[in-house]
């Protein structure tokens, strides 16, 4: 077992590494990120033993960096997520990831009825609680927990 | 007194405490000289996205005694909306033609997206089920006047607390004031639990009723609502209550001196007709105080008071 953690984290030369995804999460990282259309290296692990989290996954992505807002994205799917970043086989950064206050242009408002869900308009929400995640629209002012 | 020049007002949180009595102490001398024509160089726009007929004339009917030139929109049907124009456009264009807007709209969150995108100042006058800041103000001018006060009062609300935006609001503002609560509706109907943590937060009581008699000899501010049959599941269940929330001259027997009956109209049926000639029905001057705390409110942010 361990063997096999240490060869999917250790086997990218430059690229990013997001390690402690809750199980489910998976896939809605994989979503949210478009790694579907990454045309370089990409493993996804799922549902390996963790001591925190009981089931975890990993993703690799070769050659592929994420820029600040991405990054926030992995915190609103994934809050306990850790992103690792790999430089010619060196882990160059390491850290958790962290939900903002303030969610610009990250997650869709659940109000079908809200403005940002008719015109082409950049969702904003202000972040009431992190843990579990409550956010409040900017724009309808509906509280949502957009994780359940 | 702060500067409301070029504030929009789309929630009630916008503007604070101080601010809301400002504008009450303005609608107050409008009250009493309403015709003043201080605003013959501007131009109000009111472009109103869905029909409300009741909310757009006394709009209009502000802008009118303020001498300010009101142009707009009652029906989107004939706006170029309906060839599929963006919200953003629309408002861009009307901005330019105009000193400030007054807008009503279907979708929730329209009124707070068109502040950002409109070179003046926006009132918000209903943005589908989510705010609808002058209806709250109006009612705030209608219980300090008729109580003398604000502060400490017994507000029972009736009817329909679970969707109606008007009720949510009234609590929210009347919070600042130390009011304690008295919420009377079937179970279906209940106050959003969101609501009652408000209250609970700034530190004030609430009490939850499913019979209206009880209350009334305690009640200070009674404020009725409407009753949809569209909002029960179980159409058997509205058959069952839709008469337990209809106030009548009778019920009100017993009821405090100083206490009023508001209700944001049109009413239905759940304020019988014999309460209207008694001395505590409020609701007909409860909305013509409307006009005046809308005068107050374009003027103020037009900055001319
Ligand atoms: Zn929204």
């Not at chain 2, 963006?86 to 009307?94: A, N």
């Not at chain 2, 019979?211 to 058959?239: A, W």
């Amino acid at each position: 077992m361990d063997n096999k953690k240490e060869l999917i984290v250790s086997a990218i030369e430059n690229g990013t590494v997001i390690d402690h995804i809750p199980a489910e999460a998976v896939y809605r990282v994989v979503n949210i990120l478009n790694l579907n259309l990454h045309e370089d290296e990409v493993l996804i692990g799922t549902n390996l033993a963790s001591k925190k989290l009981g089931k975890k996954g990993i993703i690799k992505i070769k050659n592929r960096y994420f820029a600040q807002n991405e990054i926030d994205k992995i915190a609103v799917a994934a809050p306990s997520a850790t992103l690792i970043e790999i430089k010619d086989y060196q882990k160059v950064v390491k850290r958790q990831v962290e939900i903002p206050d303030i969610l610009q242009a990250i997650v869709k408002c659940i109000n079908p009825n809200c403005i940002t869900n008719i015109e082409d308009i950049s969702t904003r929400f202000t972040v009431i609680d992190k843990q579990p995640l409550k956010i409040k629209c900017h724009y309808c002012e509906k509280t949502q927990e957009p994780l359940a | 007194m702060t500067n409301l020049k070029g504030k929009n007002l789309i929630s009630i949180t916008d503007y604070s405490k101080e601010e809301y009595i400002q504008i009450l102490d303005l609608a107050k001398e409008f009250e009493l000289n309403p015709k003043q024509p201080i605003l013959t160089d501007k131009v109000v726009a009111s472009i109103f996205f869905e029909p409300s007929t009741r909310t757009r004339l006394s709009f209009e009917s502000a802008a009118n005694m303020l001498g300010a030139r009101v142009i707009g929109f009652s029906n989107p049907a004939a706006t170029s909306l309906q060839k599929g124009e963006s919200l953003h456009d629309t408002i861009q264009m009307v901005a330019s033609y105009s000193d400030i807007i007054v807008m009503r709209h279907p979708r929730d969150g329209a009124a707070r997206y068109a502040s950002e995108v409109s070179s003046v100042p926006v009132i918000n006058a209903g943005d589908g089920a989510n705010q609808h800041p002058t209806q709250c103000m109006l009612d705030l001018y209608s219980i300090r006047k008729t109580q003398g006060t604000l502060d400490n009062l017994n507000i029972t609300m009736v009817g329909d607390l679970k969707y109606g935006r008007t009720v949510h609001s009234l609590v929210q503002a009347m919070s600042n004031f130390k009011a304690t609560f008295h919420f009377v509706s079937p179970k279906e109907l209940e106050m959003p639990e969101s609501v009652k943590m408000h209250v609970k937060r700034m530190g004030l009581k609430y009490h939850e009723y499913t019979n209206l008699e009880d209350i009334v000899p305690f009640s200070d501010i009674i404020y009725m609502t409407r009753i949809q049959k569209e909002r029960f599941s179980d159409p058997m269940e509205y058959e069952k209550v839709k008469n337990c929330y209809i106030l009548d001259a009778a019920t009100l027997q017993g009821c405090k001196e100083n206490m009023r009956v508001l209700h944001p109209l049109p009413r239905v049926n759940e304020i019988a007709m014999n309460v209207d000639t008694t001395p505590y029905a409020y609701y007909f001057q409860q909305a013509q105080n409307g006009v005046y705390v809308r005068q107050a409110l374009i003027s103020a942010i037009m900055g001319v008071k």
